[in-house]
């Protein structure tokens, strides 16, 4: 199936990695996770192999079409969701989430929503054309309001979510009235699990990637027994299912999009620790957005302090161990990201050129329109050329040591 995102995006350009000159094709290498200090996973090669990753649409043929992923460890366990996107302007937050369905997990279930808003999230903006606040359309014990609100509904009912937290922004900062902002607090339902829980997570992040005391997190409730239904979905997650919910904000003021990704991926990984990592939270588990393991990072400096690029492609990690993957990308027709396309011209991306040298490639996964989620997987993939513009596809390779690598092509038809 041609992917929407295509003729949405009209995807025009692709580059080459081993083919071309390699401009613009930056490699970006570290580890996915670190097993080998789980204990329960010795064998570095079992845990991608053994997870079960699926996807699937919902609101398939409308312009609110967007992708579920589903990841499945071989060992029973609670499933935890995690959605993106309600509100398209609100980046780190999808962003996080696009890297999220790459995690690896050691039991039960891992669903995510990188995108729920997709028509928000491709404008830009809070809410779509023909939306009002998706966040405002989850009434406690009534049917959501919009079908896109119902169809995000029925993946939680569907999955019995035990956990789910919701990615946010906001341009202020949470001072105990919602009013002036919630930036940099984690909102919590009112069971003692979900209190003592966001409490640990906010206490975490602002231990491990907060300098500036401006910028610890908080924690408040987003409802408590008395309040009235707000239309969270958080708040009907936690009422409705009994779901551990949380509602996660940063401060997207004045703060490099790296930074507050690195806030979501740890605090997500925080708050779905017990559920989907096992009984200790291991930072481990959250890739930050060069690829490395936070936990690797023993340094105090925030995720910003190295580098304030924002965008990801252009970094190169020059201390990049040997055995780290070289992700490449080949075109048939050859060199299509030097070509001018023609509008509606297939291009094939082929993969299989990318080597592991500690190993081999178990997994080749596709970010097409460099939107940070990577939404189809495969050697090779097909794509079409649009009508206008340029767009980036990223390619992630996996090895079999959960090792990855990164590169792009940008494809132009004019
Ligand atoms: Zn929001």
Same mark, same amino acid.
């Given at each position: 199936m041609q992917r929407e995102t295509l003729s949405r995006r009209s995807v025009v350009a692709l580059t080459t990695g081993c083919m071309a000159s390699g401009l613009?094709?930056?490699?970006?290498?570290?580890?996915?996770?670190?097993? %080998?200090?789980?204990?329960?996973?010795?064998?570095?090669?079992?845990?991608? *192999?053994?997870?079960?990753?699926?996807?699937?649409?919902?609101?398939?043929?409308?312009?609110?079409?967007?992708?579920?992923?589903?990841?499945?460890?071989?060992?029973?366990? @609670?499933t935890a969701v995690v959605v993106?996107?309600?509100?398209?302007?609100?980046?780190?937050? &999808?962003?996080? %989430?696009?890297?999220?369905?790459?995690?690896?997990?050691?039991?039960?279930?891992?669903?995510?929503?990188?995108?729920? +808003?997709?028509?928000?999230?491709?404008?830009?903006?809070?809410?779509?054309?023909?939306?009002?606040?998706?966040?405002?359309?989850?009434?406690?014990?009534? *049917?959501?309001?919009?079908?896109?609100?119902?169809?995000?509904?029925?993946?939680?009912?569907? &999955?019995d979510a035990d956990v789910v937290v919701d990615l946010h922004e906001s341009t202020g900062? &949470? =001072?105990?009235? @919602?009013?002036?902002?919630?930036?940099? =607090?984690?909102? +919590?339902?009112?069971?003692?699990t979900e209190v003592e829980t966001a409490a640990a997570a906010a206490e975490f992040a602002t231990d491990q990637y907060v300098d500036d005391p401006a910028l610890e997190f908080e924690t408040g409730p987003f409802s408590g027994p008395s309040t009235e239904p707000s239309g969270l979905l958080v708040h009907k997650a936690t009422r409705d299912l009994g779901a551990?919910? &949380?509602?996660?904000?940063?401060?997207?003021?004045?703060?490099?999009?790296?930074?507050?990704?690195?806030?979501?991926?740890?605090?997500?990984?925080q708050l779905v620790a017990d559920a989907v990592f096992g009984s200790e939270p291991d930072n481990g588990h959250a890739p930050d957005v060069d690829g490395e393991t936070a936990a690797a990072d023993e340094s105090d400096d925030t995720p910003d302090a190295e580098d304030d690029e924002d965008d990801e492609a252009d970094e190169n990690v020059a201390d990049a161990p040997d055995e780290t993957p070289v992700a490449e990308i080949r075109t048939d027709p050859d060199g299509a990201a030097d070509l001018a396309l023609e509008a509606g011209q297939t291009v094939t991306l082929d993969a299989t050129c990318s080597t592991a040298p500690a190993g081999e490639i178990v997994y080749y996964q596709w970010d097409v329109g460099a939107t940070a989620v990577f939404d189809e997987s495969g050697e090779t993939l097909e794509v079409t050329a649009g009508t206008n513009g340029r767009d980036t596809i990223v390619l992630r390779v996996v090895d079999d040591a959960d090792r990855t690598a990164t590169t792009s092509i940008t494809l132009s038809t004019d």
């Open positions: 613009g094709a930056a490699t970006v290498g570290g580890t996915l996770e670190d097993d %080998a200090e789980d204990g329960d996973d010795a064998d570095t090669g079992a845990t991608e *192999a053994d997870l079960s990753r699926d996807s699937f649409s919902i609101m398939a043929g409308t312009t609110h079409e967007t992708t579920v992923y589903v990841i499945d460890a071989p060992v029973d366990g @609670p993106g996107g309600i509100h398209g302007n609100e980046v780190a937050g &999808y962003e996080a %989430a696009g890297d999220i369905n790459g995690w690896q997990i050691d039991a039960g279930t891992l669903v995510v929503i990188p995108e729920a +808003h997709a028509v928000a999230v491709e404008q830009g903006t809070r809410s779509g054309d023909d939306w009002s606040d998706l966040n405002r359309q989850f009434p406690e014990s009534e *049917a959501p309001e919009s079908d896109l609100a119902a169809a995000i509904w029925d993946v939680l009912v569907e &999955y900062i &949470y =001072a105990g009235d @919602p009013v002036d902002g919630v930036g940099q =607090a984690i909102f +919590h339902g009112d069971s003692p551990d919910s &949380y509602l996660v904000e940063t401060l997207s003021t004045d703060v490099p999009l790296e930074t507050r990704v690195q806030w979501h991926l740890a605090i997500t990984e």
